[in-house]
């Protein structure tokens, strides 16, 4: 039987499956159901930075960052389900419950709130941190570098506060992705979760006014992930992990081959429930009995393009030949 243990940020995990950060595991009892299910390791559910800052002003004047002021009406208004302390009280609990990684999470856009607060997640007992940063890089007076420096300021500033792995999930809206991954990695990211996926709004015509859109992802969107994984491993120097559009074990075994060392997954347990953990695992064992791998590193990175003896086959050849029929 294949061995399905991967060694993530450092963490040992039973295997890939990592139950991304939603509000499945913003209690003790639903991140058990996760590992009972079979996962390897859970997010928690995301702590906003909007839930530790006590001055609205002091928000308005970073709105720009949230992306647009709906966005920021949005997250000001929304149902808080977690405080500050709630949150440390889930990292505890999860922690003495639990044999599997527990690894919090936090939901960044300036590094004004998070050096003492990260200090206080890793003193409950977290396994690592994963940051995710949503900066939405709408604002016309915000050059690039300036976005860029900021991702790198908030890692920085939580690097120098804990000792604990820390994880970076970001977005795909850069210049060049390659060169940020590259950056950040440099700069202390244990890990890339790739990629954020961004609050999606939509249009009431009849009101006249902005909703929320479908907040599942679909299988499509996996694509965007699994290209630049396949880049990107072999390449930056901490592991990646793959998310958004993973939703079974076909998904899976797509991003291990790209080169992902974990797999988070979400949209796919409110589908199909906590318990298709299992089927998934399942689906990712046969898989690899039937090939005759014997490990995940057998499988992880075999089709990354620095593996791979046709690296143009990643870029710019196989959109010609889709567009013009060129061999």
């Given at each position: 039987m294949a061995d399905l243990s991967t060694n993530y940020v450092g963490l040992q995990l039973h295997n890939p499956i990592i139950v991304a950060s939603c509000s499945l595991v913003n209690t003790v009892e639903g991140v058990q159901q996760c590992a009972d299910a079979g996962a390897g390791a859970v997010v928690l559910k995301s702590l906003f930075e909007e839930q530790l800052e006590a001055?609205?002003?002091a928000l308005q004047q970073n709105v720009w960052l949230a992306g647009h002021a709906e966005a920021f009406d949005y997250v000001r208004n929304m149902g808080i389900e977690l405080g500050s302390q709630d949150y440390l009280k889930l990292v505890e609990g999860a922690k003495k419950k639990l044999?599997?990684?527990?690894?919090?999470?936090?939901?960044?856009?300036?590094?004004?709130?998070?050096?003492?607060?990260a200090k206080r997640i890793e003193h409950a007992g977290a396994d690592a941190l994963e940051l995710n940063i949503a900066v939405l890089p709408s604002n016309t007076n915000r050059t690039s570098n300036e976005i860029e420096h900021l991702y790198c300021d908030i890692l920085e500033a939580v690097k120098q506060s804990v000792k604990i792995p820390i994880a970076v999930k970001i977005g795909p809206y850069f210049t060049s992705i390659a060169r940020m991954a590259h950056e950040l990695c440099n700069r202390g990211a244990s890990a890339l979760v790739l990629f954020n996926r961004f609050y999606q709004l939509d249009i009431n015509i009849e009101t006249l006014a902005l909703v929320p859109g479908y907040r599942l992802s679909s299988r499509e969107e996996m694509s965007l992930s699994l290209r630049w994984i396949s880049l990107l491993a072999g390449r930056v120097k901490c592991d990646l992990a793959a998310t958004t559009g993973v939703h079974d074990g076909i998904g899976v075994i797509k991003q291990l081959l790209a080169g992902a060392t974990a797999v988070q997954v979400c949209s796919t347990l409110y589908l199909n429930g906590v318990k298709y953990i299992e089927t998934i695992?399942?689906?990712l064992g046969e898989w690899m009995d039937q090939h005759t791998f014997g490990s995940i590193n057998q499988i992880k990175g075999k089709l990354s393009q620095v593996e791979s003896d046709r690296p143009e086959f990643y870029e710019r050849l196989q959109y010609i030949k889709a567009l013009v029929g060129i061999e």
């Open positions: 001055d609205t002003k044999s599997i990684p527990v690894i919090a999470s936090l939901n960044c856009i300036t590094p004004t709130w998070w050096t003492d607060y695992l399942t689906q």
